[in-house]
């Protein structure tokens, strides 16, 4: 049901504005090969490391535009939305994205190392991002936050590496109106180094702003589990887990996206809508970032949770399988029948 609403959704030719920010990167995915040959997984890269290996060669395939905030603004605008996108876009590679772009410095530099179905990131911050701040943005957005506020849709990510995110939030947070802005999705993100003590104020953060935007969060299985650990613990299953800390931060909804379904917690309860498996593995990284992207699309064009998680996940499945981004053709030409 939920992907024959997809198809009756999209078929109206929604677009929804929708503003991205604020990180961007040069991602470079290369193939790793040592004297034995091509490392396909990486259990098979521990084992060379394990037996003493310590010299191998690595084989460039593709360097392409990336970032959190990037990915998510090329999937709204490959379903047909109007897009925005503030980020770290500095560089000639970021120059011919296909939609309106201010740039606020320097991108990060991105190595992804592609271990069969699992990938590898390294990642080098410019100095422009470590030291980002609430005022660039503000400056980027014309000297308010207006192009947030006014917009169907915001995505943004990356809240390890954009601290001052959180003094984003407060601003948005303390604007006049009640309830005057879109949905407002987070994709948080690596959390592995984020203190439980900085979850915490984003969640009292996240809680305000939800005042003003529909706040969706949007995470994987590693997210889940950091966020629960400071809720308390995992629950009992993944809905339960997404349930407390959903209930912790106080936002409209978290979604979780894995492999075989995606699961929405919402204040008016949870759902499941089934995923599909994949035929190959092509690309896994920046695949949560095009979720992401179709969570935004969907919400930010007032639909119903139902298809807007089918959208999102074929969004996501698409990605791995073929390393591209799905436009809205390519949704509308097959048969979605789960």
Same mark, same amino acid.
């Given at each position: 049901?939920?992907?024959?609403?997809?198809?009756?959704e999209?078929?109206?030719?929604?677009?929804?504005?929708?503003?991205?920010?604020? =990180?961007?990167?040069?991602?470079?995915?290369?193939? #790793?090969?040592?004297?034995?040959?091509?490392?396909?997984?990486?259990?098979?890269?521990?084992?060379?490391?394990?037996?003493?290996?310590?010299?191998?060669?690595?084989?460039?395939?593709?360097?392409?535009?990336?970032?959190?905030?990037?990915?998510?603004?090329?999937?709204?605008?490959?379903?047909?939305?109007?897009?925005?996108?503030?980020?770290?876009?500095?560089?000639?590679?970021?120059?011919?994205?296909?939609?309106?772009?201010?740039?606020?410095?320097?991108?990060?530099?991105?190595?992804?190392?592609?271990?069969?179905?699992?990938?590898?990131?390294?990642?080098?911050?410019?100095?422009?991002?470590?030291?980002?701040?609430a005022?660039?943005?503000?400056?980027?957005?014309?000297?308010?936050?207006? *192009? #947030?506020?006014?917009?169907?849709g915001?995505?943004? !990510?990356?809240?390890?590496?954009?601290?001052?995110?959180?003094?984003? &939030?407060?601003?948005?947070?303390?604007?006049?109106?009640?309830?005057?802005? !879109?949905?407002?999705?987070?994709?948080?993100?690596d959390?592995?180094?984020?203190?439980?003590?900085?979850?915490?104020?984003?969640?009292?953060?996240?809680?305000?702003?939800?005042?003003?935007?529909?706040?969706?969060?949007?995470?994987?299985?590693?997210?889940?589990?950091?966020?629960?650990?400071?809720?308390?613990?995992?629950?009992?299953?993944?809905?339960?887990?997404?349930?407390?800390?959903?209930?912790?931060?106080?936002?409209?909804? #978290?979604?979780?996206?894995?492999?075989e379904?995606?699961?929405a917690?919402t204040?008016?309860?949870?759902?499941?809508? *089934?995923?599909?498996?994949?035929?190959?593995?092509?690309?896994?990284?920046?695949a949560? =970032?095009?979720?992401? !992207?179709?969570?935004? &699309?969907?919400?930010?064009? !007032?639909?119903?949770?139902?298809?807007?998680?089918?959208?999102?996940?074929?969004?996501?499945?698409?990605?791995?399988?073929?390393?591209?981004?799905?436009?809205?053709?390519?949704?509308?030409?097959?048969?979605?029948?789960?």
């Amino acid at each position: 049901m939920a992907y024959a609403e997809l198809r009756a959704e999209l078929s109206g030719n929604p677009s929804p504005r929708v503003v991205a920010f604020p =990180d961007g990167s040069i991602d470079t995915f290369s193939r #790793i090969r040592s004297p034995a040959g091509r490392l396909d997984s990486l259990t098979a890269f521990s084992d060379e490391l394990a037996d003493g290996k310590r010299s191998f060669h690595l084989e460039p395939e593709t360097r392409e535009a990336g970032g959190q905030a990037v990915n998510m603004a090329k999937q709204v605008h490959a379903l047909g939305g109007d897009t925005e996108l503030y980020g770290h876009l500095d560089d000639p590679l970021l120059a011919d994205l296909p939609f309106p772009c201010v740039s606020m410095g320097e991108p990060a530099a991105v190595s992804v190392l592609e271990l069969g179905d699992d990938g590898v990131l390294f990642a080098a911050e410019s100095d422009a991002i470590r030291d980002w701040t609430a005022a660039d943005v503000r400056t980027a957005m014309g000297g308010d936050f207006a *192009p #947030i506020r006014d917009a169907d849709g915001a995505c943004c !990510g990356n809240i390890a590496s954009f601290p001052a995110l959180l003094d984003v &939030f407060r601003s948005l947070a303390s604007t006049d109106g009640d309830g005057d802005g !879109g949905a407002f999705v987070l994709d948080p993100g690596d959390l592995t180094d984020v203190a439980a003590e900085t979850i915490a104020d984003y969640f009292s953060v996240l809680s305000d702003l939800d005042d003003r935007f529909e706040v969706v969060l949007s995470v994987n299985d590693l997210e889940t589990d950091r966020l629960a650990e400071v809720v308390g613990g995992r629950g009992k299953s993944k809905s339960d887990s997404l349930e407390r800390i959903r209930d912790e931060a106080a936002v409209s909804a #978290i979604v979780y996206h894995g492999t075989e379904r995606a699961v929405a917690a919402t204040r008016d309860g949870t759902l499941t809508v *089934p995923n599909y498996t994949v035929s190959t593995v092509e690309r896994t990284t920046g695949a949560g =970032d095009r979720f992401s !992207g179709g969570l935004t &699309f969907g919400r930010a064009s !007032g639909w119903d949770w139902e298809p807007t998680l089918a959208l999102a996940n074929v969004c996501t499945s698409r990605y791995v399988e073929t390393a591209t981004t799905v436009d809205v053709e390519a949704v509308l030409s097959e048969e979605w029948t789960k």
